[in-house]
Protein backbone atom coordinates (compact mmCIF):
# COMPACT_ATOMS: atom_id res chain seq x y z
CA UNK A 1 0.00 0.00 0.00
CA UNK A 2 1.33 3.66 -0.68
CA UNK A 3 1.31 5.15 2.65
CA UNK A 4 2.13 8.90 1.77
CA UNK A 5 1.46 10.59 4.48
CA UNK A 6 0.22 14.42 3.56
CA UNK A 7 1.79 16.54 6.82
CA UNK A 8 0.12 19.98 7.14
CA UNK A 9 1.95 22.90 5.73
CA UNK A 10 1.45 26.71 5.03
CA UNK A 11 1.57 26.92 1.81
CA UNK A 12 -1.43 27.43 -0.63
CA UNK A 13 -3.26 25.29 -2.91
CA UNK A 14 -2.05 25.45 -6.63
CA UNK A 15 -3.69 24.50 -9.47
CA UNK A 16 -1.80 21.43 -10.01
CA UNK A 17 -2.57 20.50 -6.60
CA UNK A 18 -6.45 20.20 -8.26
CA UNK A 19 -6.08 18.38 -11.11
CA UNK A 20 -8.55 15.24 -9.49
CA UNK A 21 -11.93 14.35 -9.69
CA UNK A 22 -12.34 16.55 -6.47
CA UNK A 23 -10.78 19.74 -7.80
CA UNK A 24 -13.73 22.05 -7.64
CA UNK A 25 -13.92 20.29 -3.63
CA UNK A 26 -11.37 21.91 -2.15
CA UNK A 27 -13.20 25.04 -2.91
CA UNK A 28 -16.20 23.75 -1.59
CA UNK A 29 -15.05 22.06 1.50
CA UNK A 30 -13.65 25.73 2.30
CA UNK A 31 -17.01 27.42 1.26
CA UNK A 32 -18.68 29.01 4.00
CA UNK A 33 -21.74 28.60 1.77
CA UNK A 34 -21.20 25.03 2.18
CA UNK A 35 -22.66 25.04 6.08
CA UNK A 36 -25.92 25.94 4.97
CA UNK A 37 -29.09 25.85 7.24
CA UNK A 38 -30.59 22.62 5.59
CA UNK A 39 -26.96 20.91 6.48
CA UNK A 40 -27.09 22.37 9.80
CA UNK A 41 -30.21 21.51 10.65
CA UNK A 42 -31.41 18.47 8.49
CA UNK A 43 -28.54 17.04 7.65
CA UNK A 44 -25.47 16.80 10.26
CA UNK A 45 -28.27 15.35 13.18
CA UNK A 46 -28.55 12.03 10.69
CA UNK A 47 -25.04 12.28 10.50
CA UNK A 48 -24.24 12.25 14.36
CA UNK A 49 -27.03 9.58 14.85
CA UNK A 50 -25.37 7.81 12.18
CA UNK A 51 -21.86 8.07 13.95
CA UNK A 52 -23.66 7.38 17.60
CA UNK A 53 -25.63 4.47 16.37
CA UNK A 54 -22.10 3.01 14.93
CA UNK A 55 -19.90 4.15 18.02
CA UNK A 56 -22.57 2.44 20.13
CA UNK A 57 -21.66 -1.07 18.44
CA UNK A 58 -18.13 -0.80 20.31
CA UNK A 59 -16.82 -1.73 23.16
CA UNK A 60 -15.72 1.38 25.15
CA UNK A 61 -11.57 1.24 25.47
CA UNK A 62 -9.03 4.02 26.05
CA UNK A 63 -8.41 4.33 22.26
CA UNK A 64 -10.86 4.25 19.21
CA UNK A 65 -8.78 3.24 15.94
CA UNK A 66 -10.76 4.79 12.81
CA UNK A 67 -9.94 3.65 9.22
CA UNK A 68 -11.89 6.56 7.35
CA UNK A 69 -12.40 5.14 3.55
CA UNK A 70 -12.59 7.71 0.77
CA UNK A 71 -11.76 10.71 3.52
CA UNK A 72 -11.60 13.51 1.16
CA UNK A 73 -10.90 16.86 3.16
CA UNK A 74 -11.11 15.08 6.93
CA UNK A 75 -15.09 15.31 7.15
CA UNK A 76 -15.47 12.07 9.13
CA UNK A 77 -12.93 13.32 11.35
CA UNK A 78 -14.16 17.08 11.86
CA UNK A 79 -17.26 14.90 12.69
CA UNK A 80 -16.13 12.83 15.59
CA UNK A 81 -14.15 15.55 16.63
CA UNK A 82 -17.94 17.49 17.16
CA UNK A 83 -19.33 14.32 19.26
CA UNK A 84 -16.66 14.67 21.51
CA UNK A 85 -16.94 18.67 21.87
CA UNK A 86 -21.09 18.25 22.19
CA UNK A 87 -20.45 15.32 24.70
CA UNK A 88 -23.10 13.72 22.59
CA UNK A 89 -21.62 9.67 23.30
CA UNK A 90 -20.35 10.28 26.68
CA UNK A 91 -16.79 8.78 27.35
CA UNK A 92 -15.65 9.14 23.48
CA UNK A 93 -11.75 7.68 23.61
CA UNK A 94 -9.11 9.07 22.05
CA UNK A 95 -8.89 8.96 18.50
CA UNK A 96 -6.45 6.65 16.40
CA UNK A 97 -7.17 8.37 12.74
CA UNK A 98 -6.13 7.49 9.54
CA UNK A 99 -7.54 8.68 6.41
CA UNK A 100 -7.05 7.23 3.06
CA UNK A 101 -8.20 9.36 -0.06
CA UNK A 102 -6.76 9.35 -4.11
CA UNK A 103 -7.30 13.37 -4.04
CA UNK A 104 -4.44 15.00 -2.92
CA UNK A 105 -5.73 18.18 -3.19
CA UNK A 106 -8.25 16.86 -0.61
CA UNK A 107 -5.52 15.31 1.44
CA UNK A 108 -3.60 18.56 1.70
CA UNK A 109 -6.60 20.83 2.81
CA UNK A 110 -7.45 18.04 5.63
CA UNK A 111 -3.83 17.49 6.44
CA UNK A 112 -4.11 21.18 7.20
CA UNK A 113 -7.83 21.49 8.55
CA UNK A 114 -6.45 18.76 11.33
CA UNK A 115 -2.77 19.91 11.91
CA UNK A 116 -3.18 20.24 15.60
CA UNK A 117 -4.46 16.67 16.06
CA UNK A 118 -1.49 14.07 17.35
CA UNK A 119 -2.90 11.03 15.88
CA UNK A 120 -4.02 11.94 12.54
CA UNK A 121 -2.62 10.84 9.59
CA UNK A 122 -3.68 10.88 5.76
CA UNK A 123 -2.50 8.51 3.32
CA UNK A 124 -3.18 8.73 -0.48
CA UNK A 125 -4.48 5.68 -1.75
CA UNK A 126 -7.16 3.38 -4.00
CA UNK A 127 -10.17 2.45 -1.38
CA UNK A 128 -10.44 -0.96 -3.73
CA UNK A 129 -6.33 -2.16 -3.29
CA UNK A 130 -5.16 0.15 -0.51
CA UNK A 131 -6.80 -0.32 2.80
CA UNK A 132 -4.44 -1.51 5.27
CA UNK A 133 -4.41 -4.99 6.93
CA UNK A 134 -4.10 -4.38 10.10
CA UNK A 135 -7.73 -3.90 11.78
CA UNK A 136 -9.79 -0.86 12.85
CA UNK A 137 -12.43 -0.43 15.60
CA UNK A 138 -14.19 1.33 13.13
CA UNK A 139 -13.89 1.48 9.35
CA UNK A 140 -15.77 5.18 8.33
CA UNK A 141 -17.23 6.51 5.34
CA UNK A 142 -19.00 9.76 4.64
CA UNK A 143 -19.27 11.62 1.22
CA UNK A 144 -20.67 8.10 -0.32
CA UNK A 145 -17.13 7.41 -1.42
CA UNK A 146 -18.33 3.78 -2.47
CA UNK A 147 -20.62 4.91 -5.02
CA UNK A 148 -17.38 5.65 -7.01
CA UNK A 149 -17.21 1.65 -7.18
CA UNK A 150 -19.16 -0.37 -9.66
CA UNK A 151 -21.34 -3.45 -7.41
CA UNK A 152 -18.48 -5.83 -8.07
CA UNK A 153 -15.93 -3.63 -6.93
CA UNK A 154 -18.30 -2.80 -4.03
CA UNK A 155 -18.55 -6.66 -3.29
CA UNK A 156 -14.69 -6.87 -3.67
CA UNK A 157 -13.96 -3.85 -1.85
CA UNK A 158 -15.87 -5.41 1.26
CA UNK A 159 -14.90 -9.04 0.86
CA UNK A 160 -11.17 -7.86 1.20
CA UNK A 161 -12.18 -5.44 4.00
CA UNK A 162 -14.43 -8.30 5.67
CA UNK A 163 -11.33 -11.10 5.15
CA UNK A 164 -9.22 -8.18 7.04
CA UNK A 165 -11.61 -8.47 10.40
CA UNK A 166 -11.89 -12.17 10.11
CA UNK A 167 -8.19 -13.61 10.03
CA UNK A 168 -7.06 -10.49 13.27
CA UNK A 169 -10.70 -12.46 14.78
CA UNK A 170 -11.49 -8.48 15.59
CA UNK A 171 -14.85 -6.76 16.28
CA UNK A 172 -15.23 -3.76 14.16
CA UNK A 173 -18.02 -1.48 12.71
CA UNK A 174 -18.21 -0.50 8.70
CA UNK A 175 -20.01 2.72 7.34
CA UNK A 176 -21.18 2.23 4.12
CA UNK A 177 -21.71 5.49 2.51
CA UNK A 178 -23.77 5.42 -0.82
CA UNK A 179 -25.67 7.71 -3.18
CA UNK A 180 -29.13 6.63 -3.14
CA UNK A 181 -30.90 5.06 -5.91
CA UNK A 182 -34.64 6.24 -5.86
CA UNK A 183 -33.83 9.64 -4.50
CA UNK A 184 -36.61 12.11 -5.54
CA UNK A 185 -33.50 14.20 -7.54
CA UNK A 186 -33.20 11.71 -10.13
CA UNK A 187 -36.33 10.32 -10.66
CA UNK A 188 -35.52 10.16 -14.38
CA UNK A 189 -32.73 7.33 -13.74
CA UNK A 190 -34.37 5.09 -11.46
CA UNK A 191 -34.17 2.67 -13.57
CA UNK A 192 -30.48 2.74 -14.10
CA UNK A 193 -28.29 1.46 -10.69
CA UNK A 194 -24.89 3.42 -12.59
CA UNK A 195 -25.09 6.19 -14.71
CA UNK A 196 -22.58 9.12 -15.37
CA UNK A 197 -23.58 12.01 -12.12
CA UNK A 198 -21.94 15.37 -11.41
CA UNK A 199 -21.16 17.13 -8.38
CA UNK A 200 -22.23 20.39 -9.74
CA UNK A 201 -23.48 21.53 -6.41
CA UNK A 202 -19.90 22.25 -5.32
CA UNK A 203 -19.52 25.94 -4.41
CA UNK A 204 -16.73 26.51 -6.79
CA UNK A 205 -15.82 28.22 -9.96
CA UNK A 206 -14.74 25.22 -11.67
CA UNK A 207 -16.90 22.78 -13.02
CA UNK A 208 -17.11 19.26 -12.00
CA UNK A 209 -17.15 16.74 -14.05
CA UNK A 210 -18.85 13.65 -15.14
CA UNK A 211 -18.32 10.20 -13.44
CA UNK A 212 -19.89 7.23 -13.33
CA UNK A 213 -21.27 6.44 -9.86
CA UNK A 214 -23.78 3.54 -8.43
CA UNK A 215 -26.50 4.33 -6.62
CA UNK A 216 -27.74 1.54 -4.38
CA UNK A 217 -31.44 0.89 -2.76
CA UNK A 218 -31.59 -1.35 0.93
CA UNK A 219 -32.46 -4.93 -0.76
CA UNK A 220 -29.30 -4.43 -3.08
CA UNK A 221 -26.35 -2.83 -0.55
CA UNK A 222 -28.10 -5.45 2.32
CA UNK A 223 -27.54 -8.61 -0.60
CA UNK A 224 -23.73 -7.35 -1.49
CA UNK A 225 -22.79 -7.23 2.29
CA UNK A 226 -24.24 -10.93 3.01
CA UNK A 227 -22.60 -11.73 -0.30
CA UNK A 228 -18.83 -10.35 1.01
CA UNK A 229 -19.70 -11.76 4.56
CA UNK A 230 -20.34 -15.13 3.44
CA UNK A 231 -17.25 -14.87 1.43
CA UNK A 232 -15.07 -13.84 3.78
CA UNK A 233 -16.26 -15.90 7.11
CA UNK A 234 -17.40 -13.30 8.73
CA UNK A 235 -20.06 -12.68 10.83
CA UNK A 236 -22.52 -9.71 10.28
CA UNK A 237 -24.29 -9.68 13.88
CA UNK A 238 -25.95 -6.35 13.15
CA UNK A 239 -26.91 -4.20 10.51
CA UNK A 240 -28.87 -0.59 10.64
CA UNK A 241 -29.70 1.77 6.84
CA UNK A 242 -30.09 5.01 7.30
CA UNK A 243 -31.79 7.37 4.63
CA UNK A 244 -30.58 11.34 4.72
CA UNK A 245 -31.61 14.38 2.63
CA UNK A 246 -35.16 12.86 1.30
CA UNK A 247 -36.41 16.05 0.26
CA UNK A 248 -33.23 18.35 0.61
CA UNK A 249 -31.08 17.04 -1.31
CA UNK A 250 -28.47 19.24 -3.33
CA UNK A 251 -29.61 18.47 -6.56
CA UNK A 252 -33.27 20.02 -5.58
CA UNK A 253 -31.56 22.83 -5.80
CA UNK A 254 -29.50 22.36 -9.18
CA UNK A 255 -32.45 20.58 -10.96
CA UNK A 256 -29.25 18.94 -12.78
CA UNK A 257 -30.99 15.04 -13.05
CA UNK A 258 -34.79 16.00 -12.39
CA UNK A 259 -35.65 19.31 -13.51
CA UNK A 260 -39.42 19.40 -12.59
CA UNK A 261 -38.91 19.05 -9.03
CA UNK A 262 -39.10 22.42 -6.82
CA UNK A 263 -35.59 23.38 -5.61
CA UNK A 264 -36.67 22.18 -1.88
CA UNK A 265 -33.43 22.73 -0.21
CA UNK A 266 -33.37 26.47 -1.40
CA UNK A 267 -37.49 26.78 -0.34
CA UNK A 268 -36.64 25.15 2.94
CA UNK A 269 -33.32 27.79 3.55
CA UNK A 270 -35.88 30.30 3.05
CA UNK A 271 -38.06 29.23 5.56
CA UNK A 272 -35.32 28.22 8.27
CA UNK A 273 -34.30 31.69 7.63
CA UNK A 274 -37.33 33.47 8.30
CA UNK A 275 -38.34 34.02 4.47
CA UNK A 276 -41.73 34.34 2.75
CA UNK A 277 -42.36 30.82 0.85
CA UNK A 278 -45.13 29.79 -1.30
CA UNK A 279 -46.41 26.90 0.70
CA UNK A 280 -47.36 24.93 -2.80
CA UNK A 281 -44.25 25.35 -4.08
CA UNK A 282 -43.47 22.87 -1.30
CA UNK A 283 -45.52 20.17 -1.70
CA UNK A 284 -45.06 16.53 -2.26
CA UNK A 285 -44.65 15.40 -5.97
CA UNK A 286 -45.76 12.32 -7.50
CA UNK A 287 -43.93 9.00 -7.84
CA UNK A 288 -43.97 6.70 -10.97
CA UNK A 289 -46.30 4.14 -10.64
CA UNK A 290 -43.40 1.83 -11.99
CA UNK A 291 -41.27 2.28 -9.03
CA UNK A 292 -40.92 -1.09 -6.60
CA UNK A 293 -44.12 -1.23 -4.23
CA UNK A 294 -41.87 -0.64 -1.24
CA UNK A 295 -40.39 2.79 -2.31
CA UNK A 296 -44.20 3.59 -3.93
CA UNK A 297 -45.93 2.77 -0.06
CA UNK A 298 -42.92 4.62 1.37
CA UNK A 299 -43.44 7.87 -0.14
CA UNK A 300 -46.82 7.56 0.03
CA UNK A 301 -47.38 7.77 3.73
CA UNK A 302 -44.40 10.27 3.50
CA UNK A 303 -46.09 12.44 1.27
CA UNK A 304 -48.96 12.38 3.54
CA UNK A 305 -47.50 13.69 6.68
CA UNK A 306 -45.42 16.39 4.48
CA UNK A 307 -48.42 17.73 2.92
CA UNK A 308 -50.36 17.30 6.21
CA UNK A 309 -47.65 19.97 7.84
CA UNK A 310 -48.03 21.94 5.24
CA UNK A 311 -51.58 22.00 5.62
CA UNK A 312 -51.87 22.70 9.16
CA UNK A 313 -49.14 25.26 9.22
CA UNK A 314 -50.37 27.82 6.60
CA UNK A 315 -53.51 27.85 8.55
CA UNK A 316 -52.13 28.03 11.33
CA UNK A 317 -49.43 30.92 10.81
CA UNK A 318 -51.62 32.56 8.59
CA UNK A 319 -51.28 36.15 10.82
CA UNK A 320 -47.57 35.74 11.67
CA UNK A 321 -44.63 37.61 10.07
CA UNK A 322 -42.29 35.38 7.73
CA UNK A 323 -39.67 35.48 10.26
CA UNK A 324 -41.92 33.74 12.82
CA UNK A 325 -43.70 30.90 10.44
CA UNK A 326 -40.90 30.12 8.54
CA UNK A 327 -39.05 28.60 11.01
CA UNK A 328 -42.21 27.52 12.76
CA UNK A 329 -42.92 25.25 9.24
CA UNK A 330 -39.51 24.51 9.09
CA UNK A 331 -39.42 22.67 11.95
CA UNK A 332 -42.79 20.94 11.27
CA UNK A 333 -41.31 19.34 8.03
CA UNK A 334 -37.92 18.21 9.37
CA UNK A 335 -39.46 16.62 12.02
CA UNK A 336 -41.39 14.43 9.30
CA UNK A 337 -38.01 13.80 7.25
CA UNK A 338 -35.80 13.05 10.19
CA UNK A 339 -38.75 10.36 12.00
CA UNK A 340 -40.15 8.68 8.82
CA UNK A 341 -36.63 7.90 6.52
CA UNK A 342 -36.90 4.16 6.18
CA UNK A 343 -33.32 3.57 5.33
CA UNK A 344 -34.82 2.09 1.80
CA UNK A 345 -32.40 4.08 -0.50
CA UNK A 346 -34.96 7.06 -0.54
CA UNK A 347 -32.43 10.07 0.34
CA UNK A 348 -29.74 11.52 -1.47
CA UNK A 349 -27.67 9.08 0.72
CA UNK A 350 -28.08 5.42 2.10
CA UNK A 351 -26.03 4.48 4.89
CA UNK A 352 -24.95 0.97 6.16
CA UNK A 353 -23.64 0.78 9.89
CA UNK A 354 -22.56 -2.81 9.54
CA UNK A 355 -21.41 -4.58 12.88
CA UNK A 356 -18.60 -7.43 12.45
CA UNK A 357 -17.53 -10.43 14.10
CA UNK A 358 -14.59 -12.12 13.13
CA UNK A 359 -14.32 -13.90 16.21
CA UNK A 360 -15.55 -16.95 15.19
Known amino acids: MRRRNMRATTETTTAADQEGLYAPGVDHYTSPQRRDAVKQLWEEPVTFKILEYALSQLPRGKRLSVMDIGCGAGEGLHLLKALRATRSVPDLPRLT ?165 SPYRLLVNRLENGMPVATDELRMPEVPDEAPDSIRMFYSGFGHRWNAVLDYMSQRSRDLEPAVAGPMLARGLRAVEHTMASGLGAGHSLTAVITLDGRQ
Open 97 to 261: YRGLDLDEGLLKLAARTHHDEDDAQFWHGDIRTDIPEEPFDMYLSCGVPYSHLSADELLDTLTRLFKRVSRHKAQSVVVIDVLGRYSLEWVPNWGRARWPYRMSFFHSEQQADDVLMTFWDAQALTTCVRTASASAGCRVSQQQLFDRSVMVGRHTATGQFNPKL
